[in-house]
């Protein structure tokens, strides 16, 4: 037996649902992906154009953007230097142009010590390419110690691909 106050009670629980439903919109929003095309300028255009003095046009010039580094070490060898030297070269074709030179680490190691060691390798490199005839006052260093590795594993493999260092070119 159905008690006349559940009867309206659940009546009226029904048509608050009713209510409270969503309605479709007459028109969907675009996808996410259609949107403003939200993308960093990276000098590669609509990806089939580099813009000459770019960081594109950088990466597509130079040997690397990146030089790497033995365990606990800052030293360029030669196959660095040469890198180094593809980089001294595009630089020239754009005196305006200034870089940053970012210093990284393996995980190993205290915080502290990974943001010395980066230090010292994002300077070793800025001491090189200085040497190579690239103004001091146009390349700016930064550590980043072990925060911000490329490869996310606790191998040698991964290890090594992190203890770098990067040129990225600045607006």
């Keep these: 037996m159905i008690r006349p106050n559940a009867t309206i009670t659940a009546l009226l629980l029904s048509a608050a649902l009713v ?3 969503k309605k479709l919109p007459k028109e969907l929003p675009p996808q ?7 993308t960093t300028d990276n000098g590669a255009g609509d990806g089939t154009q580099v813009l000459p003095g770019s960081q ?3 990466i597509a010039s130079v040997a690397a953007d990146t030089i790497y580094f033995e365990t606990d070490r ?3 060898d030669a196959a660095d230097g040469a ?25 190993r190691g205290t915080r502290d010590y990974n943001l010395a060691l980066g230090e010292r390798r994002a300077n070793a490199a800025k001491t090189y390419l200085v040497g ?31 203890r770098r260092a990067v040129t990225v070119t600045v607006q």
């Design 83 to 107: 890198t180094l030297q593809s980089q001294a070269a595009w630089l020239a074709r754009y005196p305006a142009k200034r870089i940053i030179v970012e210093g990284h680490a393996d995980e």
């Design 32 to 38: 996410p992906g259609d949107v403003g095309q939200q």
């Design 132 to 162: 190579l005839g690239v103004g001091a006052e146009r390349i700016q260093t930064v550590s980043y110690g072990k925060e911000r590795p490329v490869a996310l594993g606790s191998d040698e493999a991964s290890w090594a691909r992190n």
């Design 19 to 21: 209510a409270c439903a």
């Design 56 to 58: 594109a046009d950088f």
């Design 74 to 76: 800052y030293n360029v």
